[in-house]
């Protein structure tokens, strides 16, 4: 869709030309930093330490494209997310919406833009409140952008669940009396009441039966190319993300480690970390399962109050050497690479590489760091 | 209901997708949900208070309860009717035979169904009038109690951080007060009168409501579908009465019914001590008090309106039990087994 | 330990200064003419002016607000505008009352209805479990002067009319003067007062073991070997009070209520007594004493019942 990712953003705190707005890119996220301070204390609370959620996280989301970002739990990707959104404020960096700088806007400013982007959550029970009708949940947005009198919203909202499945006539009923897929089908007629250009989905399917799972996924693909959305994908399994996606990042404690289109990613997995991961992820032929060799991370995702010096993948990298200590390698185009493949390590695995026999040249006691 | 039943499964959005119009989507599979129902009827779902309502209604002792509290809110209503139909006002003293020749008052008879008080003046109209206070004084004081608690409980879950720290301690500080000691303090500056009572009472009531809403408050501000909420743009006031609110009527609905009695009965200490509603306007309370000295040789005096009171915040107690047992059934019961 | 003592003193302190100020500006605050009720109807202008310079009426608000804490700090109630007895004179005269009601009764709830509770437990849906539910529903449902007429009624006047006086009509009589009839004349305001509040603790009670009795650690002990006896009251007892000691916290401040009522039933001279007789005298330096020292009271109280918890329950952090 998009051809350039790093011309497109307007100025910050102009307003967008008409051009730009058009074609630059959807979302520009630009040295995001996101900490949460942990706070101790009675009376006066100090701040006894924080949670390096996000760190330094730069990103662009095109036009109609379905952005990937995996991770483990905990790495980071559903805080971003969350940034994107602006459900949380940024620590630090730059948030761009269809050119506009929207780091800083307070609540009420934020709310126009929050017609054109929508978030999808991962959990169907919990993301639809119990007390409340199906036809007035999918019905919140129209009441709270004030469009529409009260009784023009129920075609409306009528038209949106026959549009994602669901049987108009449950109207009256409430979430208890939905399976869980269709109340994530709730979620998405949700998200999409106010035609939104942007949607973020929030590890959408992780809660659903696996069987269930494509059917959403199929749901989401086609009213993707129905409106023209721009999904960011959020999910823990590369299995999905690769189904959906066009682009991959993979994010590892706060920080992007790889970038690049799906089928590149796969079939080119330059950072060992996306090595692993692949190597991990489930493969339905069993003879390649079989014939695959298994990468096994040694050791626990370090904690991200104090995450790791240099490249934070360090203390588990079977590859790592002093320099990985020391510095983080940036997130570029290696040697060999197309242009649109990132990847942020010293070291990035080679092509057809055996990372089972490798093993990493840092002393013991700086990986227990 | 305007959709007609989608027959064959398969959505078919054409004819009803203006604004967001499109080919038919080709879905892979027709979800569950789309199934065409025969008993079109039924698609309204039954709402949590329905079926609260429906298991609240197979409770025998609390459909009793709520029997007798409609049955005595209704003689209430119609006591001066009633009392007109008796015969006695309130504050009538039958001067002929409303006491014995020694001046005591006179037992159950046909002139006076329940007898007489110290004063020759008709038990039962007297009761009946006492049961208008102390409905009145239990509702009234409890629904302020209520609502002021839910605000209260409501800001400061919601808000959380300073706002949730003072918030609380205030509630900490009402709970802490010595209250039937500050509510004869503040009877004896303001002077005692219906008014007065219904105050005090909802004053040293709200704050436990608000401690039960604002623990309430912060589990459910954890919630995903309030951060959906937060997402789609709406503002903290439509979160917190759209979202959350509703959320909380359960719990505020059962502590609700479990605090009327307690007013109930509050209000009937104030008056017995004497600083309720002023006489001669009867009330349970001040009536006990007055039989204090005649309970020996009049049984009905005491009997009667002691009797009242404790039937109806024993009902108060049943229903509130059976309201708590239907909106979550995970509580114990106070009362059954 | 410590720590937590000290902020639990600390914030037991803010409290009471809440309720001076409080109890301050409701009765100096509001209008309501002193000198004048004091000196009578057939008083001069003049005297009265004398009498409000005397009380220090006409100074600021704030420093009347400083003298009286600055009087109370040092233990200094002030004089009934009643009697002109000093207020410390007439509270000493009817704390002993109160103290000997409360205490006796808050003993008798705590063993009774504890007590009750257990063997309910440990017997489950017996005759006497059940007697206990319906116990505790009308506890729940009664007010305490309604109870306090029916034992009027039947131990005192049934009996004594039957010619068994077992039970003495009212009056106080001093625990140092014969503790014999100190106890005999307040067994009725004991059991009034605590009749009611003992059927919360027996559901309490029950409930509790009977959720501990079901644990595992319970069983493990019960299958080990220890006897039933001493697995009821050893560790089951133990964990069970813990809710026990909360409630009673919570009942304390219910107490002062409770007792101020007993007193008018029984005829007991005692605190309550004092302040519903001084309110409508609005006699208020007795008023706000009686306030204060029960809030005082309460106070105290549950910091004592917060310890009390840290003590029978080790998962307690006085954090």
């Given at each position: 869709m998009s051809t350039d990712s790093t011309s497109g953003g307007a100025e910050v705190g102009q307003p967008p030309t008409a051009e730009s707005a058009a074609t630059g890119p959807l979302v520009e996220v630009r040295e995001a930093v996101k900490y949460f301070p942990i706070r101790q204390g009675i009376v006066f609370k100090r701040e006894a330490g924080r949670v390096h959620a996000v760190e330094g996280v730069s990103l662009t989301v095109r036009r109609g494209e379905t952005l990937g970002l995996v991770g483990e739990t905990g790495c980071g990707k559903s805080t971003l997310a969350r940034c994107i959104t602006k459900l949380h404020p940024l620590t630090s960096g730059t948030l761009l919406f269809e050119g506009q700088d929207i780091t800083g806007l307070s609540r009420s400013q934020v709310r126009p833009f929050r017609r054109r982007m929508q978030m999808i959550f991962q959990d169907p029970y919990g993301s639809l409140n119990p007390r409340r009708r199906v036809g007035s949940i999918i019905g919140d947005p129209f009441a709270i952008h004030g469009e529409g009198a009260r009784d023009e919203r129920k075609p409306k909202v009528q038209e949106l669940m026959e549009l994602v499945g669901l049987n108009p006539e449950h109207y009256n009923r409430f979430p208890a009396e939905f399976s869980g897929g269709q109340r994530q089908r709730i979620g998405v007629a949700r998200a999409l009441a106010l035609k939104p250009s942007l949607i973020v989905a929030d590890e959408p399917v992780s809660a659903l039966d696996v069987s269930i799972q494509a059917q959403i996924l199929n749901l989401l693909e086609d009213l993707q190319r129905e409106f023209g959305l721009t999904y960011v994908f959020i999910s823990h399994d590369l299995s999905v993300v690769r189904h959906v996606s066009d682009r991959i990042a993979v994010m590892y404690l706060g920080q992007v480690v790889e970038l690049a289109g799906s089928e590149e990613l796969h079939g080119r997995p330059r950072h060992p970390y996306t090595n692993a991961l692949l190597s991990a992820a489930s493969v339905a032929d069993p003879d390649q399962a079989a014939a695959r060799q298994r990468i096994v991370l040694t050791g626990d995702v370090p904690s991200p109050i104090a995450p790791p010096t240099g490249c934070r993948f360090h203390p588990r990298c079977p590859k790592a050497q002093e320099i990985c200590v020391e510095q983080t390698p940036p997130l570029v185009a290696r040697a060999g690479d197309p242009d649109s493949h990132l990847t942020a390590c010293h070291f990035p695995v080679a092509p057809g590489e055996d990372l089972t026999r490798v093993t990493a040249t840092i002393p013991e006691e700086e990986r227990a760091e | 209901m305007s959709a007609d039943p989608t027959p064959g499964g398969a959505p078919e959005p054409a004819d009803r997708t203006p604004a967001l119009d499109g080919a038919g989507l080709a879905l892979a599979e027709p979800p569950a949900a789309a199934a065409p129902r025969p008993g079109a009827a039924d698609i309204e779902g039954r709402s949590p208070w329905q079926l609260a309502w429906i298991h609240v209604r197979r409770d025998r002792a609390a459909m009793i309860s709520l029997a007798f509290i409609l049955l005595l809110a209704l003689l209430s209503v119609s006591a001066p009717l009633l009392a007109h139909w008796i015969g006695w006002s309130p504050t009538d003293q039958d001067r002929t035979q409303g006491l014995t020749v020694d001046g005591l008052p006179v037992g159950p008879s046909g002139r006076h169904l329940l007898g007489t008080d110290n004063l020759g003046r008709d038990i039962l109209v007297r009761v009946?009038?006492?049961?208008?206070?102390?409905?009145?004084?239990?509702?009234?004081?409890?629904?302020?109690?209520?609502?002021?608690g839910v605000l209260v409980g409501l800001v400061a879950g919601y808000f959380g951080s300073a706002v949730d720290t003072v918030l609380s301690r205030v509630m900490d500080l009402v709970l802490s007060f010595p209250f039937l000691l500050f509510a004869i303090a503040l009877v004896s500056i303001f002077g005692?009168?219906?008014?007065?009572?219904?105050?005090?009472?909802?004053?040293?009531?709200?704050?436990?409501?608000?401690?039960?809403?604002?623990?309430?408050?912060?589990?459910?501000?954890?919630?995903?579908?309030?951060?959906?909420?937060?997402?789609?743009?709406?503002?903290?006031?439509?979160?917190?009465?759209?979202?959350?609110?509703?959320?909380?009527?359960?719990p505020v609905i059962v502590y609700t019914t479990l605090l009327i009695p307690i007013a109930i009965v509050f209000e009937a200490t104030l008056s017995f001590l004497g600083l309720g509603v002023v006489p001669p306007s009867p009330t349970w309370g001040n009536m006990l008090s007055d039989s204090l000295d005649f309970y020996q040789v009049a049984w009905w005096f005491p009997l009667f309106p002691g009797l009242a009171l404790l039937l109806t915040t024993l009902a108060f107690n049943l229903l509130g039990d059976g309201v708590r047992d239907a909106l979550d059934p995970r509580a114990e019961r106070l009362f059954q087994d | 330990m410590l720590r937590f003592l000290v902020r639990r003193v600390l914030s037991g302190v803010l409290v009471l200064w809440l309720i001076s100020l409080f109890t301050f500006g409701l009765f100096y605050v509001a209008p309501s003419n002193v000198p004048r009720m004091i000196c009578g109807r057939l008083c001069t202008q003049s005297q009265v002016e004398l009498i409000t310079k005397q009380l220090g009426l006409n100074q600021p608000l704030p420093v009347q607000y400083w003298h009286f804490l600055d009087r109370l700090l040092h233990g200094d109630l002030g004089y009934s505008y009643y009697n002109s007895q000093p207020v410390s004179t007439l509270i000493g005269n009817a704390l002993?009352?109160?103290?000997?009601?409360?205490?006796?009764?808050?003993?008798?709830?705590?063993?009774?209805?504890v007590a009750i509770g257990v063997v309910s437990a440990v017997r489950p849906r017996s005759l006497l479990d059940r007697a206990g539910t319906i116990f505790a529903l009308i506890g729940?449902?009664?007010?305490s002067f309604l109870i306090g007429i029916l034992l009027l009624y039947f131990l005192f006047f049934k009996l004594t009319t039957a010619g068994l006086a077992w039970f003495p009509p009212s009056g106080y009589v001093g625990i140092t003067s014969d503790p014999l009839e100190w106890a005999h004349h307040l067994l009725l305001p004991w059991f009034a007062l605590a009749f009611i509040t003992a059927a919360t603790y027996v559901r309490l009670t029950r409930n509790q073991m009977l959720e501990v009795l079901g644990e595992d650690y319970i069983r493990t002990a019960r299958s080990k070997g220890v006897a039933r006896s001493r697995v009821t009251i050893r560790h089951a007892l133990r964990a069970a009070l813990t809710p026990v000691v909360t409630q009673f916290g919570i009942d304390l401040a219910g107490l002062l209520g409770g007792a101020i009522v007993t007193e008018r039933l029984f005829g007991l001279p005692g605190l309550g007594e004092l302040a519903v007789s001084s309110v409508t005298r609005q006699d208020q330096p007795v008023v706000i004493a009686t306030v204060l020292l029960a809030a005082v009271f309460i106070v105290v109280a549950n910091i004592v019942v917060d310890l009390l918890y840290a003590v029978l329950d080790p998962r307690v952090r006085l954090g």
């Open positions: - | 009946l009038y006492g049961s208008q206070v102390s409905l009145l004084v239990g509702v009234v004081s409890t629904l302020l109690a209520v609502a002021m005692s009168s219906l008014a007065i009572s219904v105050f005090v009472i909802a004053f040293f009531s709200w704050a436990a409501v608000g401690r039960i809403v604002r623990g309430q408050t912060l589990s459910i501000r954890e919630k995903e579908y309030i951060e959906a909420a937060r997402s789609l743009g709406a503002n903290d006031l439509r979160i917190m009465f759209v979202d959350v609110l509703p959320n909380l009527l359960a | 002993p009352i109160t103290a000997s009601l409360a205490i006796g009764a808050a003993v008798l709830w705590l063993v009774g209805g729940l449902s009664m007010p």
